[in-house]
């Protein structure tokens, strides 16, 4: 039996989709070892135990979590510092107790991981967490597009940027990281590293949270790296009808927060609008106060998700966006929550739209629910995944800000209108058609459920374990009649 090894960044949205993956590796007739911070697990919720799973955790310094005024930097060191000698005992220690890992395999930004497993002889592949799209610019850039890219968007940052194999993308659509004076561009040093480690890989494979039918082009628009679907990573009880609200990390702390299922249910059919934004993303007050003032005027239900903030807590606008929250509920026309159990949410027949900053897991836990959406990006891949939404697979539109960078509530009436309203029967029909695409790709047959066990079942063929970057014609030859 395949025995892997996963390995992911502390985050809820690196750790969700990669437990999914972990949990379709199983169903595949492999055993999983999930290693990850001490803190990462003790905030995952426990869900029934999962035979074939197991875990396992390493100190990175904050076993209680970096505090809020934490410098953001140090704690990444620390990860960083203790991260390798973590995985290097424990790949030992399994092979010791006779478990061997088959493969290892780790997300993005961790290609330390890929130099450990190296280290010791043991077969590692990368788990891309973002769409191929995303993917396929950032190959483009790290392999000889970077000068055409940058002096593209300082000559016009509206032109169109032509990459092979993917559709043309503007500035804005773009991974955020790449544009020089955007928020976090020092990101893409480790970018670079990650794309450097795969380059040292005599036939790379990288293992994508993606489905053939959604970004078919992206998927072979790089000729040194084989892309292999494997996703949407959605939870398995979404797909059969059981309980979702523990399907994602939501803490211990607001488990109690089941009242708006029963708001929901007093909802006509597709008539509320979900709003989230994430678990990173913090709005300014003055943002949160536009966005709930469009609701109010637009006279639509809206479920909110939207942890209360420290940074904002007692001024004028903060007082403001909790005081109209109230207002709302008190008149029925709203409710604010602290957290929900998104896919719960996005599954209940009352909800008919989604605001969301177009986080990966967020759209397409959207897509597999065939719910429209409303894409407001900050950064990284979201705005590129808001590009796939409105443009390629035309089940949303994106939200324009002003010039401010504030998202007014006339610009949300007019997006309602066009996703919920007589003009968005278009919109709602794609959204539905994607929903099924989705919904088979992971259903048995489906092209990511055989591409995972195609690639379980290489792993472990005649002769032993495979390289997991090693020669997959066969896989590739159904693959390519698939797409």
Known sequence: MAHFLLLTFYLPGHINPTLQFAQRLIRAGARVTFLTTVHAHRRMIKSTPLDGLSYATFSDGYDDGPSPTADKDLVWAQFRQRGPEALADLLRTLANEQRPVTCVVYTLLLPWAADVARSLNTPHVLLWIQPATVFAVYYHYFHGYDDYILKSIEKDPSSSLKLPGLPPLTSKE?????????????????????????????????????????????????????????GPFIPQEFFDGQDLSHATDGGEMYKHSRNYIEWLDSKPTS????????????????????ILNGFLESGRPFLWSIKPTENGAGTDEETEFWEKASMAEVRKE??????????????????????????????????????PMICLPKWS???????????????????????????????????????????????????????????????????????????????????????????????????????
Not at 387 to 406: H, I, M, P, Q
């Open 271 to 290: 008539s509320v609008v979900y709003v989230s934004f994430g678990s990173i993303i913090v709005l300014p007050n003055n943002q949160k106060v536009e």
């Open 174 to 230: 773009l991974p955020s990281f790449i544009i020089p004076s955007a928020p976090l561009a020092s990101m893409m040093s480790s970018f670079r590293e990650q794309f450097e480690t795969l380059d040292k890989e005599e036939r790379p494979r990288v293992l994508v949270n993606t489905f053939d039918e959604a970004e078919p082009d992206a998927i072979r628009a790089v000729d040194g790296v084989e892309q292999i679907s494997v």
């Open 381 to 483: 891949d979201q705005t590129s995944n808001a590009k796939l939404v409105e443009d390629v697979w035309k089940a949303g539109v994106r939200g324009k800000a002003n010039e401010e960078g504030v998202f007014e509530r006339g610009e949300l009436k007019r997006c309602l209108d066009l996703v919920m309203g007589e003009d968005g029967e278009e919109i709602r029909k794609n959204a539905l058609r994607w929903r099924e695409l989705a919904r088979k790709a992971i259903r048995e047959g489906g092209s990511s459920n055989e591409n995972v066990r195609a690639f379980v079942v290489e792993m472990t063929g005649e002769g032993g374990p495979r390289d997991c970057n090693g020669d997959a014609q066969k896989v590739n030859a159904k693959r390519e009649d698939r797409l």
């Open 334 to 371: 709203g409710m604010v929550v602290p957290w929900c159990s998104q896919l719960e949410v996005l599954s209940h027949s009352s909800v008919g739209c989604f605001i969301s900053h177009c986080g990966w897991n967020s759209t397409t836990e959207s897509l597999a629910a065939g719910i």
